[in-house]
């Protein structure tokens, strides 16, 4: 099953911030994530895009030390 | 090919298609819907302002102020029965809403909060109305929720991830369902239904900056001018003049509330040589325009010239945290630079699309025939920002667009209801129904080199913003024409390298461009043809409206290609018809 093009579908989400985060993350930082963490962008995914936008737009910080993390490296991913 | 039967077909799983699929599954008709992404995932989401409704919880308010603010906001394009029954019915939609679970935002007497929006006026262009209807800040995704888990509930049948190819139907013009793809598998669905509702949204995918969701690709209305139905005021674009440069977000009106103003590559304030008095406050269409003339002109910023710049800096980081928190974080997200310290690139962004598949106020597709009135399209309709009612007319107003896809939505849904009534059975699928489909199929297997559909894109993008955005003239619209034909062609000789089946999304891609490419065509060829300024479409060689011309809808049809023309439908169901006046706010 071709993985990466699956997760990369799943970043087509409702709204423009979104697609641009997780698309950008999903070509430039998705690649050096071990197994675990890749499953764990799996899940984070399924959370819906309102919560998702709030946690990457830095306006509300994620409870679960996994999902900081990950919401920390998508940010950095973010080019200007 | 495996082929599966419902009643009913929904293309489109945002607040039209979601809405019309749950009156239907709630009158046990078998209804499935299909949609490229997650429903939720769907564009409605991001909808953030709210519904009209003419509730009155604030201030005096009735459905026939409501009525006359749209028809004057459409410029005297919208139909004036499609209008008045929209108004009507609008706080009946917001009741069956809450009903359905959406947590409106509330008073303190315990009524349905509502806010005032631009364009809204009491008493028949009055004083400020108070109408929009809202769930916090994300009406949109409480409405898309609570409407799948609702559909849930009622056994709508889903296809989550198909991606729909192309519409099928008989020599006689009876639309009898679709072909989709499972994309996780790459295998092809016959789809057979006694009625069709398309509900794909609109296409801010034409244009390089523009808000929308990368689904917003305009997939049904392509569909439908490929079935031979043309596209009605495709000229009509509704632009914000501040979107951030090169990606699209939108930023607030706000900004420049605030005293926020423009810059361009010169240092120069250019919006006090525009409007001497409002400058950067001036409306809409006159700040865009101002931004592209003087990007074409050679003074915009940045390695390309091709932006200005929204100064926020002198404000303060106090007021700038404080009042415009939200422009904050996303400026420091994607552009890691903080708009308290540094300049926020900017230029125009495309938003809605006004026109659309035309449709009756039943959301049936209605299309000319011969010389005479038009006529229903046997078994096919369309919701949303995909039709063109036509309610929004010239532009659109603010809170109209989700009242839109929850009306219509509701509306078409009854109308396929009693027409089931009649259908009884499926009609047989003729053999050669399914060839367009399977060679759109086929086409994409295709070996060997060609241009990349991602570069292809990217041309069409900049070409639409920069021959048919916010800066219009004969000239400019007729290259962006001739390129966007070129393209087209250059787009039949592409490739693809991925051949393979499973989650093959460089093959959605590309039928998504194949889409954009007609709408595409559909939009500059109707905005070229329409020689005056009406509502969002601009025109600076023709900078008046011309009602003794142009009070009438553009027609676009792809094959042959060629410019139609229908009547406005002045006469509303039961009031008095608003004659056309100058539009002032």
């Given amino acids: 099953m071709n993985e990466l093009a699956r997760v990369r579908w799943k970043c087509r989400r409702g709204m423009l911030e979104l697609d641009l985060l997780l698309g950008q993350f999903v070509g430039h930082g998705y690649h050096q994530l071990d197994p675990a963490q890749r499953a764990e962008f799996d899940r984070l995914l399924d959370y819906p895009d309102t919560v998702l936008l709030e946690w990457l737009l830095g306006r509300i910080r994620p409870t679960e030390r996994e999902i ?5 490296k998508i940010r950095a991913a973010a080019a200007p | 090919m495996e082929k599966r039967s419902f009643d009913t077909l929904i ?3 945002g607040g039209g298609g979601l809405r019309a699929a749950l009156q239907l599954a709630q009158a046990e008709a078998r209804v499935a819907v299909v949609s490229k992404v997650f ?3 769907s564009h409605t989401v991001a909808a953030q302002g709210g519904v009209n409704a003419a509730l009155a919880n604030v201030l005096p308010d009735n459905w026939h102020w409501h009525m006359f603010d749209t028809v004057k906001g459409s410029d005297y394009l919208g139909d004036q029965d499609a209008i008045e029954y929209m108004c009507r019915a609008a706080p009946r939609a917001v009741y069956e809403l809450e009903h359905f679970g959406v947590p409106f935002s509330r008073l303190d007497t315990g009524k349905i909060y509502q806010r005032a929006f631009g364009g809204q006026s009491r008493d028949f262009g009055g004083d400020q109305a108070v109408r929009t209807c809202a769930a916090a800040d994300r009406t949109g995704h409480a409405i898309l929720h609570s409407l799948y888990q609702q559909n849930i509930r009622a056994r709508t049948h889903f ?10 139907q008989n020599q006689a013009g009876y639309f009898l369902g679709a072909v989709a793809m499972n994309i996780a598998s790459g295998e092809p669905l016959l789809i057979e239904a006694k009625t069709t509702i398309l509900a794909t949204g609109g296409v801010g995918q034409l244009f390089r900056t523009n808000t929308n969701a990368l689904v917003n690709t305009g997939d049904g209305m392509a569909m439908a001018l490929r079935a031979g139905i043309p596209l009605q005021d495709m000229e009509f674009f509704q632009f914000h003049p501040t979107g951030v440069a090169g990606k ?3 930023i607030t009106e706000g900004a420049r509330g605030e005293g926020g103003y423009l810059l361009n590559g010169d240092g120069e304030r250019f919006m006090e040589r525009y409007a001497p008095n409002a400058k950067d406050l001036a409306s809409r269409d006159v700040v865009s325009r101002a931004i592209a003339t003087e990007v074409r002109e050679g003074r915009g910023v940045g390695a390309n010239r091709d932006h200005v710049l929204l100064k926020l800096d002198h404000l303060g980081a106090d007021i700038v945290s404080k009042r415009l928190p939200g422009i904050r974080d996303m400026v420091r997200t994607f552009l890691h630079i903080d708009p308290a310290d540094t300049p926020i690139p900017v230029y125009p962004t495309a938003h809605y699309t006004m026109g659309g598949i035309p449709t009756d106020r039943h959301g049936q597709v209605v299309v000319p025939v011969q010389q005479g009135a038009e006529e229903p399209v046997p078994g096919l309709y369309a919701v949303g920002e995909c039709a063109c009612v036509s309610v929004h007319g010239a532009n659109r107003l603010g809170g109209n667009s989700l009242l839109d896809i929850l009306v219509f939505g509701r509306a078409a849904a009854n ?11 499926h009609q047989p699928i003729p053999a050669d129904a399914l060839e367009p489909a399977l060679q759109r199929l086929a086409r994409w297997n295709r070996q060997g080199k060609g241009e990349s559909i991602a570069g292809l894109r990217a041309q069409l993008t900049k070409t639409m913003e920069d021959h048919c955005g916010v800066f ?3 000239e400019v619209l007729q290259e962006g024409q001739n390129a966007v034909l070129a393209l087209r062609e250059r787009l039949r000789e592409a490739t693809i390298d991925d051949h393979s089946q499973v989650f093959n999304t460089a093959r959605i891609e590309a039928m998504e461009l194949e889409n954009l490419m007609d709408v595409a065509l559909a939009t500059v060829s109707s905005a070229l043809a329409r020689r005056e300024s009406r509502g969002a479409h601009s025109r600076i060689d023709y900078p008046e409206r011309d009602d003794q011309q142009w009070l009438r809808h553009s027609l676009f049809n792809l094959d042959p290609m060629k410019m139609d023309y229908k009547p406005v439908r002045m006469q509303p169901l039961t009031v008095d018809s608003f004659p056309p006046k100058k539009r002032t706010y």
């Fill in chain 2, 159 to 168: 296809f989550d991830e198909y991606f729909a190819i192309e519409l099928l």
């Fill in chain 2, 472 to 474: 219009r003239n004969e």
């Fill in chain 2, 11 to 13: 293309i489109g799983a």
């Fill in chain 2, 415 to 425: 109308h396929v209801i009693e027409h089931l009534k009649q259908q009884r059975y």
């Fill in chain 2, 39 to 41: 429903p939720t995932r």
């Fill in chain 1, 68 to 72: 900081v993390r990950l919401v920390d």
């Fill in chain 2, 248 to 250: 699209g977000m939108l």
